[in-house]
């Protein structure tokens, strides 16, 4: 480390800050403000302008009316590289690396040391050295390839990045969206350090567990405008909730009787193509709702698509019903199973299609009547409260919560009689995770088996009847959940190593 | 759930989203883009016919334009269907020239007209089928294997020909054969010769299959996500194979066409048409990356074509005008595309 940060400590203020696109008001009068060495949690439902905030305030937007004070010096941006020259610096969710190129190469792109027209490579090592080391990563060798990192680690080589440029406010943009519960116990550890450095940090997450683990005040957005704030550790996690939303979130997770009925999936000693999973054996029986737990990377993914026919069948068997025969997808979905895939923009939709397409791809006729596509999907749009302008609309063009309502209700549409939901609730906003919440619940109340996989436990501890945790493509036994919490999960999920447990997931009495 | 959800008011006024936007506006922008290529083939039409006069719109110079657009038209609506599906075929141009040389062999050979015409779009659909396993055998781009296919087809029709080109007596054509782009003088109550109402017809077929059948709506599934129509049960290798093979098929029919205007098989013939081809279906706002696409704009963007180096040529202006004319037209209509996505 050459210098050390703390001089250049520095305060940001936003005040008033206002931004209209057409017709639509984005941003309605914000007040923001974080201090160097201050860790400030921005929360709000999707749409509610977070990013748009960050966006102006790095240079991508410029504000329509408001004040913005970096120290006691006005600050507009111009542009992104305006704002990265004042100090400002954002991580983004998806990361801007460079992925075919070295760490160096990456950590000093577009402004590399020269002699003449000369890179001075000597002086670009040295200098990502330093900031790996600042990043707490002084193992990283910096002509590795930023494609061979983990997801991980490409992080920390952007915030490193972030660091070469002598950043003073860091934004992150839900930084642990892709993280495993290991990395984002480091990560913790190193906005810890960064704050303690001085740098001011503004952290965007819709996880408020993290919020609370991290942050030492907050600040609510709803619909453009700032609706709350306070010292993080004063304020329960739940009234954080209800700012976001506007109103009380009572019975998020709504449970009506249920009655397990036969057995519709087995597994018995099921292990995938290249070891993942390892070993899973499940019974899953009309009318409930198993959960899996596990950290990223565990297999449960894979476990799913194993189940589903997307990847195949190393040894052991599945049983559906009374189909005992290896099946790919199009067999699944006709023996009545279907999978709600954890991507949707990789894998769950087909972005640039429209909504009814993507509604009724996979139970189309040989003729495809157009009008019939058009009530089918009226219907489910009306049924989940989609918010649209007609099933004609290219997906891509909805919110992501209406983006998973449609790829949720192709399986209700298919009535598949086993879902299998893969991060139902990911990167979607608390509405529309509610009404997955009670879609989840009338299917369970209605007959159906659900096996869902979820990294937010609060969730599957809400909706399950009972949860079985992976562990490095071991699936363990489903255990109801009257007889778990998120501490002994946790525990489990990590394997043999209990020491790795996670400081915001412990139980509540033990966090601050 | 057996049938629906029962109604649960609280779930619709949780979601805050502001309520979308509705109205006419968005949807006349969509409809004026949607018809931009039309648009644009007017505007060049107008232009022409105020530079040139009488001699461009007359209805003979109107039908060389059409007679002129069959073969790229044709072998367009098999390239629309391989290019909505996110794949390219390279290997069109050479594949026509073995239609011709086929066509020919076996009309030299006494087969008859139908035979022959049948042997040539079935090497048609015999070259897009092989394509189609390779593609998906192989798992390698399309635009790999039909760049190899392009070299391999080539040499297929100059070694069919034997290096030669393949002249069949003009009296064992048969007369509808030889009627496809020429307008027999008895039968000037066509107005057009019958090419121009086959490509009709089969632009009509594959716009009712592309969207009528679910074979043409998963083409489009795969094309703007291949991973979601492996998640929605959609067989991707089965149906790529039969969209290669049914753009063989026009392939064959184009080259049929072709043959039927030369009258020869020439394995050199045709050299550069996949471009053309290429180019017809992007001016009709079919996107590379898949997905997009219409029939009617890969017909518009073919008459474009003609139209321009027909007008051109009225004009007495010289070839390379035409030439680049055209290319800015192709870079124009996939920017003004762009444009149009960006603002929706």
């Known amino acids: 480390m050459t210098q050390s940060q703390t001089q250049n400590a520095v305060s940001l203020k936003m005040s008033g800050i206002r931004k209209r696109f057409g017709a639509t008001i984005a941003l309605d009068g914000v007040d923001l403000e974080v201090a160097g060495g201050e860790v400030l949690a921005l929360v709000g439902e999707n749409g509610a302008g977070k990013s748009t905030l960050m966006k102006t305030l790095a240079g991508v937007h410029a504000p329509d009316s408001g004040q913005m004070l970096l120290g006691d010096q006005g600050y507009l941006p111009r542009s992104p590289l305006d704002a990265r020259h004042r100090g400002v610096a954002m991580i983004y969710q998806e990361l801007s690396l460079a992925p075919h190129l070295s760490v160096m190469e990456n950590i000093l792109l577009g402004m590399e040391p020269m002699r003449g027209p000369l890179m001075r490579w000597g002086e670009i090592r040295r200098r990502t050295e330093d900031a790996l080391r600042q990043v707490g990563r002084p193992d990283i060798r910096p002509d590795e390839i930023v494609g061979r990192l983990s997801i991980a680690e490409q992080q920390l080589v952007e915030i490193g990045r972030a660091v070469a440029v002598g950043c003073r406010v860091l934004v992150l943009d839900e930084p642990t969206s892709s993280l495993t519960q290991r990395d984002i116990a480091l990560l913790f550890d190193l906005v810890r350090r960064l704050r303690s450095q001085g740098l001011a940090i503004i952290y965007i997450s819709h996880f408020l567990e993290e919020v609370k683990a991290i942050s030492d005040r907050f600040t609510v957005l709803r619909d453009g405008k700032s609706v709350g704030g306070g010292r993080t550790a004063d304020v329960p996690a739940d009234k954080i909730v209800s700012m976001m939303v506007g109103r009380d979130v009572k019975d998020l997770y709504p449970r009506s009787p249920r009655s397990p009925g036969p057995v519709l999936l087995e597994l018995i000693d099921v292990t995938g193509r290249g070891g993942k999973p390892l070993s899973a054996s499940l019974q899953l029986r009309a009318g409930e709702v198993v959960g899996i737990a596990g950290l990223v990377g565990a297999g449960r993914t894979e476990l799913l698509q194993t189940i589903f026919g997307l990847r195949d069948v190393a040894s052991g068997r599945i049983r559906v019903g009374t189909f005992n025969d290896r099946a790919g997808p199009s067999q699944r979905l006709a023996q009545g199973v279907g999978l709600l895939s954890e991507d949707r923009k990789t894998e769950g939709l087909a972005l640039n299609l429209s909504i009814a397409d993507n509604l009724t791809l996979s139970k189309m006729g040989p003729i495809v009547r157009p009008a019939q596509q058009d009530t089918e999907s009226r219907r489910w749009i009306k049924e989940l409260a989609v918010r649209c302008r007609s099933p004609w609309q290219p997906i891509g063009d909805l919110s992501g919560g209406n983006q998973q309502k449609i790829a949720i209700a192709r399986l209700l549409h298919h009535d598949v009689d086993v879902l299998l939901l893969d991060e139902p609730t990911r990167g979607i906003d608390v509405g529309a995770k509610a009404l997955i919440y009670q879609v989840i619940d009338r299917l369970a109340a209605s007959g159906k088996a659900v096996l869902m996989v979820s990294s937010y436990l609060p969730e599957l501890l809400g909706t399950c009847d009972r949860i079985a945790v992976m562990c490095r493509g071991v699936l363990g036994p489903a255990r109801p959940v009257a007889e778990t919490n998120e501490h002994r999960i946790m525990l489990e999920a990590t394997g043999t190593h209990p020491e790795l447990d996670v400081p915001h997931l412990r139980p509540q009495e033990q966090s601050r | ?344």
């Open chain 2, 1 to 344: 759930m057996t049938d629906t959800l029962p109604p649960e008011p609280a779930a619709a006024t949780l979601t805050s989203a502001p309520p979308a936007r509705e109205g006419s506006s968005g949807r006349a922008v969509e409809w004026l883009a949607k018809l931009g290529p039309l648009i644009g083939l007017v505007f060049v039409f107008a232009l022409f016919s105020v530079l040139v006069g009488e001699r461009f719109y007359r209805t003979d110079n109107i039908r060389i334009i059409l007679e002129q657009t069959v073969i790229i038209a044709v072998a367009a609506l098999g390239m629309t269907l391989i290019i909505i599906s996110g794949g390219i075929d390279l290997s069109v141009g050479s594949a026509i020239a073995v239609v011709t040389v086929v066509v020919a062999e076996m009309l030299n050979r006494g087969y008859g007209g139908p035979l022959s015409a049948l042997g040539g779009i079935g090497s048609g659909a015999i070259m897009g089928l092989l394509i189609g396993v390779l593609i998906t055998r192989l798992k390698l781009a399309p635009f790999i294997i039909t760049l190899g296919a392009w070299g391999a087809y080539r040499g297929l029709a100059r070694g069919i020909a034997n290096e030669q080109s393949v002249n069949v007596q003009l009296d064992i054509i048969p007369a509808w054969m030889k009627g496809f782009l020429r307008l027999g003088s008895e039968s000037k109550w066509m107005v057009f010769p019958s090419g121009v109402y086959v490509t009709l017809i089969l632009a009509i077929l594959m716009a009712l299959v592309l969207r009528y059948t679910r074979f043409g709506r998963h083409v489009f599934a795969i094309g703007s996500n291949e991973n979601t129509a492996r998640l929605c049960g959609v067989h991707v290798d089965r149906t790529k194979i039969l969209l290669y093979t049914l753009a063989g098929v026009m392939t064959g029919l184009a080259g049929l066409m072709s043959f039927s205007y030369i009258t020869q098989g020439d394995p050199n013939g045709s050299a550069g048409t996949e471009l053309d081809i290429i180019a017809a279906v992007v001016i009709g706002g079919a996107s590379l990356s898949g997905g997009q696409g219409t029939i009617l704009g890969t017909l518009t963007g073919a008459v474009f074509l003609t139209t321009i180096a027909n007008g051109c040529t009225k004009m007495g202006w010289p070839n390379w005008v035409q030439l680049i004319a055209t290319g800015a037209i192709i870079i124009v209509a996939a920017a003004l595309d762009r444009l149009r996505h960006r603002r929706s």
